[in-house]
């Protein structure tokens, strides 16, 4: 059974830094961060694959990274200069193939997840 498990949540003013990781048990090539605030649509995030090649939402460019520690088995997302906005759940997820470019942000490709990590941000 594949197990993903997410930390670093929390609650932070805007304009602050948090740092989230994702702990897989098995090694699969594509993964994501996806979020989810209050009345909303849960949404892709940024994706890394295998590879280690990375795409982004518009709304996070430049201020989130995401990346992977291959020997270790962990993802994680560096959240720089949040906003209010990005107050949601966050999930990480994960699938043995490789997605298409195209498809590597969509909820529906992804088989496993984690069980989320809330963050908060004020203003």
């Known amino acids: 059974q594949v197990q993903l498990v997410e930390s670093g949540g929390g609650s932070v003013q805007a304009g602050g830094s948090l740092k989230l990781s994702c702990t897989l048990s098995?090694?699969?090539?594509?993964k994501a961060w996806f979020r989810e605030g209050p009345g909303k649509e849960r949404e892709g995030v940024a994706s890394?694959?295998?590879?280690?090649?990375?795409n982004y939402t518009e709304s996070v460019k430049g201020r989130f990274t995401i990346s992977q520690d291959n020997v270790k088995n962990i993802m994680y997302l560096e959240m720089n200069d949040l906003k209010p906005e990005d107050s949601a759940m966050y999930y990480c997820?994960?699938?043995?193939?490789?997605?298409?470019?195209?498809?590597?942000?969509?909820?529906?490709?992804?088989?496993?997840w984690g069980q989320g990590t809330q963050v908060t941000i004020s203003s």
């Open positions: 997820a994960a699938r043995a193939i490789n997605l298409d470019f195209d498809r590597r942000l969509a909820r529906n490709e992804y088989v496993f």
């Open positions: 098995k090694v699969l090539y594509s």
């Open positions: 890394i694959d295998g590879h280690g090649r990375t």
